[in-house]
């Protein structure tokens, strides 16, 4: 399976205690297969990027070579690549209910 470099910002590198991550996704996994990966493999991220339900937070700003998958065409069923991505995660950037 090919690893998946995760760039974190503020708070959600605060959380993790460090600024990258690498996690395990299949061939073909989506932006939410990966989410799932990430909060298997670092469960402090659960409650960052899951709802209680377990759907994906949407507040969260996941940028896939630099555009946010809630503006891709297939929003979190966008199709990752090891090849060239650069992935990074941002908490929310201002406050307000987020359905918990």
Do not use: C, W
Not at 6 to 17: E, I, M
Not at 30 to 46: G, K, N, S
Not at 75 to 85: K, N, Q, R, S, V
């Amino acid at each position: 399976m090919p690893k998946i470099r995760v760039h974190f910002y503020a708070t959600l590198r605060s959380l993790l205690g460090r600024k990258t991550v690498e996690v395990e996704v299949p061939e073909g996994a989506t932006v939410r297969d990966l989410v799932h990966a990430l909060v298997a493999a670092y469960p402090v991220l659960r409650g960052e990027l899951l709802r209680r339900d377990g759907s994906m937070e949407p507040s969260i700003h996941i940028f896939l070579n630099g555009r946010d998958y809630h503006y891709l065409p297939q929003g979190a069923d966008t199709p990752i690549t090891t090849e060239g991505l650069k992935l990074d995660i941002f908490p929310p950037v201002g406050g307000g209910d987020r359905g918990r």
